[in-house]
């Protein structure tokens, strides 16, 4: 069976797309899953194909996602001149490689490495290779003798999941309780043993947006090592956090100042303001990364070290981030984020106002916030929320928490660079509009199954 969303299941009797009405060329038909026996005018195909793409939704008003939708023209500029750039290359374009090993040391410096010029790390294609990376890291150090556990909160995305799958290592999942929607030191600590590889710590909670107590959770794993327990790393995915903490948050110690971090992944693609296809992974130490998992290849021409699960990958993102650093600086950095946490602090705060709905957070760690409706709130449902705004072109999810909290439901709202006050206010705007025709219903139209798009939260845990 293909792997296709279950919206795009192939319908047989639309086998042919209609090059109509609009095209005068031939041919008048382009078959739908059948391989084309001919080719195309290259105006009829792109036409063909923008067509068909107009029917997504629009990028710029997608609260769901948490990755790039807006650079400078500059940037896209820059970004179709290197098109043509395979990131594995490196002996070929060693310049694009150079600007890989810059922003490494970059990421750095702005995370505390006791060393940035001596730290290991890469760029992948986005954070979930690079946890992938972290947690092989991770499980390649530990020197226990059972089967290896993880440990970490039932919060976190879809790619922790996958890597305890894939990789066969147990995840000990700290359930939610109550209004407690992350992991905490003291429930981390309960699931620790000397078969865990690590305990990974969120900036920037998928679920609710929320910073993790990496310090307390450090603290509390340095008294287990000082009582003679096992000494555990802990790994910091801070796809979105890491970009937004160092600028916004600096007194906040959550990154390599705390000796117990072995490793931060973020996302390029998020709060490092790129289009989607680049994350990053950065090692305390080069003892942090065992060097059996770096893979030498020499028939590139030249010796060359990869630790990536992707041989081929496009150099383009890597030099757009280069750019946005040099760019926006520290001070363009934090300029952005911050409007990002104003808008969204901001507009946390007016939904709260309009009296149907609680808020789980308010923007203030990373600039992304859950909502739920009040419990008296009975003939409508988030779903229903996420669906009249939708109507309005608003992408705003609406999904169920994970364990021990299944029985929640909310909506969450992503500000990203490039939504501004104005946006906020037409979103307002509509979501008010709605809330008459939503009081008008006597039961809610839609349940959990119709959600949609939760952008990696929201899974069978
Ligand atoms: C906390 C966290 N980790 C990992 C990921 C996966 O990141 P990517 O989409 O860059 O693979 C996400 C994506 O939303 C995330 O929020």
Redesign the pocket.
Known sequence: MPLTHPDNTPRPHRSELAVNPIFTREPVHVPTYDFPARGTDPEVAYQVVHDELMLDGNARLNLAT??STWMEPQAARLMSECFDKNMIDKDEYPRTAALEDRCVRMLAGLWHAPDPHHVVGCSTT????A?MLAGLALKRRWRGTGTPNIVLGSN??I?WEKFANFFEVEPRYVPMEGERFTLSAEEALRRVDENTIGVVT?M???FDGSYEPVAEVCRALDELAARGGPDVPVHV?G??GAMIAPFLDPKLVWDFRLPRVASINT?G??YGLVYPGV?WVVWRTPEALPDELVFRVNYLGGEMPTFALNFSRPGAQVAAQYFTFLRLGFDGFRRVQQECRDVAMRLAREIAELGPFELLTDGSHIPAFAFKLRDDVRDYSVFDVSAALRASGWLVPAYAFPANRTDLAVLRIVVRNGFSHDLADLLLDDLRRALPRLEAQTAPARGRDSAGFA??AGSHR
Do not use: L, N, R
Not at 126 to 129: R, T, V
């Open positions: 948490f990755v986005g954070s979930s290779e946890c976190v995305q790619c969120i920037g909670s998928t995915d796809a979105s996302s693609h998020k994350g952008h990696g």
